[in-house]
């Protein structure tokens, strides 16, 4: 194992046991800033710097810029916005449906942005339709973050998703640091097919 997995995999394993045992059941609370609702559609990816130790390590992950550290993709189901995200936690790892405001909300997050990808519709459809089959047959969570396998963490499989959709392996770029080759947060973004459509502080 590359030691910059070896890495991760420690602080993932250590902060998954401090959520264990200092987490509260306090749900978030915060609702969606009005231009939000306004302004984003199913397909979009939501993005979010998270608090803690695992979020700052991903967050350092980014060679360009260290804005975030967790990422989902937005699908509208009637008038609410929901993210799918590929997520470890010591119960449960694999893709979530969380509710939009949830996942942006203070308590996790501390800025947050959305950006859009030149897909057309029908792409869009297709890419709505593999995350609801990704998420009814327990997409797996890549514990070893290795590309290549069928488990994802949650920047890699948005770039699967997309590369799906758009027959593109170069769609979404990766990263590299020594022989290690991943999907970083601003990989998703900083590439000629994602435009940023928010970016603002949720603290």
Same mark, same amino acid.
């Given at each position: ?85 590929? *997520?470890?936690?010591?119960? /449960?790892?694999? $893709? ?6 949830? !996942?942006?909300? =203070? ?74 080759? *991943?999907?970083?947060?601003? /990989?998703?973004? $900083? ?6 459509? !928010?970016?603002? =502080?949720?603290?």
């Amino acid at each position: 194992m590359k030691p910059v997995q070896t890495i991760i995999i420690a602080v993932i394993i250590v902060n998954a046991w401090i959520v264990v045992l200092f987490r509260t059941d306090s749900p978030a609370h915060s609702s969606l800033p009005v231009f939000m609702t306004q302004g984003i559609h199913t397909g979009d990816i939501v993005l979010r710097r998270g608090k803690g130790l695992i979020s700052d390590k991903f967050r350092r992950m980014s060679l360009s810029d260290k804005s975030f550290s967790h990422s989902g993709i937005i699908v509208k189901d009637g008038d609410t916005f929901y993210v799918y995200h590929m *997520y470890q936690d010591m119960a /449960n790892p694999g $893709l979530k449906k969380e509710i939009l405001c949830e !996942f942006v909300d =203070p308590l996790v997050s501390s800025m947050s942005a959305v950006c859009r990808y030149d897909i057309d519709d029908i792409q869009k459809k297709e890419l709505e339709k593999n995350i609801h089959w990704n998420y009814s047959n327990q997409c797996t969570f890549d514990d070893k973050f290795e590309l290549g396998n069928d488990a994802y963490y949650c920047t890699e499989w948005i770039r699967h998703e997309f590369t799906i959709v758009t027959k593109d392996s170069t769609y979404i770029p990766t990263s590299q640091i020594d022989d290690f080759e *991943y999907v970083a947060p601003d /990989n998703l973004y $900083l590439n000629q097919h994602a435009q940023l459509i !928010f970016k603002f =502080p949720t603290r």
